[in-house]
C-alpha cells in the first residue's frame, strides 16, 4: 500500500513538473512561481509531510480549521477565504497573507485588529456576479488606497477565481487586462494570485505569480469548500 507520504510526494512532482513546463512556454522562470498548498480540510500530519517536502506556503479557507495548523507547523500561511467580521482578529493572529479582500470596511477593520504586518491581494470578480467574490475592477482603486494608506497592511496584487462558464484561458486573459491597469497606478503590487488545480498552468500563462492548489496534490476534499 502507497503511504501517505509517497502519495503526496508523487501528486507534488507532478504539479511542480506542470509548474516548470508551464513557465517554460511563457517564457518564464518556474521561481517567479510561488506554489501555495491548499490545505483546508486536510489534517495536520499532511501539513507536516508537505513541509518535510520542502512546501511552506499553505492555504485555508476557514478561521477555526487553520488557526491550529498555523500554530503547529511554522510557514507562510494564506487565507483566502470568504471573509466574515466577526473572524477577521482571529484571522489577522495567524495568517501572513489574505487573498479575498473585496470589501472596504473589512480592510479598515483588518488594519486594526492587526497584530503584525499582513501581505494582502484584492479579490477581483471576473463575471460581475458576486457568485465566487471578488470586487469590480472600478472599485479596486479605492480599496487599494486604503491598503496603501494603511498601518498593517502591505499591498501584494489581485486575486480571482475563474468563472465557471467561461474557458479559464478567457476568464485569465481578462484577468491580465485588468491587472496590467492596477499595476500601472500601483507598481508595488508586483503579484497575481491566480489558478487553482484545474487552470493553474493557464493561469501562470497568464501572468499568475502564486498558484493556489489543493486536490491535485492532497487528493479530493469529502465536499466542496
Ligand atoms: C479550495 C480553493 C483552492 C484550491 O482548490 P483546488 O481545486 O483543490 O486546487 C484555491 N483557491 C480558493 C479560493 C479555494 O477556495
Redesign the pocket.
Known amino acids: 500500500m502507497t503511504s501517505r507520504y509517497e502519495e503526496i510526494a508523487s501528486n507534488l512532482a507532478i504539479v511542480q513538473d506542470k509548474i516548470v513546463a508551464a513557465a517554460k512556454s511563457a517564457q518564464r522562470g518556474s521561481d517567479e512561481i510561488t506554489l501555495i498548498a ?1 490545505t ?1 480540510t486536510f489534517p495536520i500530519s499532511d501539513v507536516h509531510i508537505l513541509a518535510s517536502l520542502n512546501v511552506h506556503h499553505y ?1 485555508e ?1 476557514r478561521d477555526g480549521d487553520a488557526a491550529p495548523k498555523a500554530s503547529a507547523v511554522p510557514g507562510t500561511w494564506h487565507f ?2 470568504q471573509i466574515q467580521s466577526n473572524k477577521l482578529k482571529s484571522i489577522a493572529s495567524w495568517a501572513n497573507v489574505i487573498h479575498s479582500l473585496d470589501e472596504l470596511r473589512h480592510i479598515q477593520a483588518l488594519d486594526k485588529v492587526a497584530a503584525h504586518r499582513i501581505g494582502v491581494f484584492l479579490q477581483v470578480s471576473l463575471d460581475g456576479a458576486q457568485g465566487r467574490g471578488g470586487a469590480q475592477p472600478s472599485d479596486l482603486s479605492e480599496l487599494a488606497d486604503a491598503v496603501v494608506g494603511s498601518a498593517h497592511l502591505d499591498l501584494m496584487g489581485l486575486m480571482a ?1 475563474a468563472p465557471l462558464d467561461v474557458s479559464s484561458d478567457q476568464a485569465f486573459e481578462k484577468l491580465a487586462l485588468i491587472y496590467s491597469d492596477f499595476k500601472a497606478s500601483y507598481p508595488a503590487a508586483k503579484y497575481l494570485s491566480a489558478g ?3 487552470d493553474f498552468e493557464s493561469a501562470i500563462i497568464h501572468g499568475a505569480t502564486h498558484i ?5 496534490i492532497l487528493g479530493s476534499r469529502p465536499s466542496p ?1
Do not use: A, D, L, P
Open positions: 491548499v483546508k492555504g479557507n483566502q477565504g477565481v487553482m488545480s484545474n493556489r492548489v489543493g486536490s491535485s469548500q
